[in-house]
């Protein structure tokens, strides 16, 4: 499992990745933790390309930031990602806002680096 926790604005986001075989489930949440968005991953070995679609609850904002991490995370691993996603702060600023994409963002992608880190070292090991 992958655990990080980074402040943003007046909050902590935590991103959460479990493997499940060989795919992963990634929960991404912060300040009133919730589910406002999922999103699942697809990667096309024919095409070389992923894609990713999102499922948002009413009144929730998270779609952009699970369908990207989605897309993002099959893009990187080869396999079938999810994502969860719900950060909610009150009263909360545009300013806030990008901060706290920005820092989810830099997660997801330090998670990607992690596991191309490890699939490099698998190769070099066999």
């Known amino acids: ?12 986001i935590t991103l959460e990745v479990k493997k499940l075989g060989e795919d992963y489930l990634l929960t991404l949440t912060g300040g009133k933790e919730h589910a406002g968005a999922v999103a699942v991953g697809l990667f096309d070995e024919k095409s070389g390309r992923a894609s990713s679609s999102v499922i948002t609850l009413p009144g929730h904002r998270e779609e952009r930031l699970a369908l990207d ?18 950060i909610h702060v009150d009263s909360i600023s545009l300013e806030e806002i990008k ?11 330090n998670f990607i680096a992690s596991c191309k ?10």
Do not use: H, L, Q
């Open 1 to 12: 499992m992958f655990t990080v926790t980074r402040k943003a604005s007046r909050i902590e």
């Open 69 to 86: 991490s989605a897309r993002r995370v099959s893009k990187a691993t080869g396999k079938t990602s999810i994502v969860v996603a719900g």
């Open 99 to 109: 901060e706290i994409v920005s820092t989810a963002e830099e997660m997801v992608g």
């Open 117 to 126: 880190k490890s699939d490099v070292t698998a190769r070099r090991n066999k």
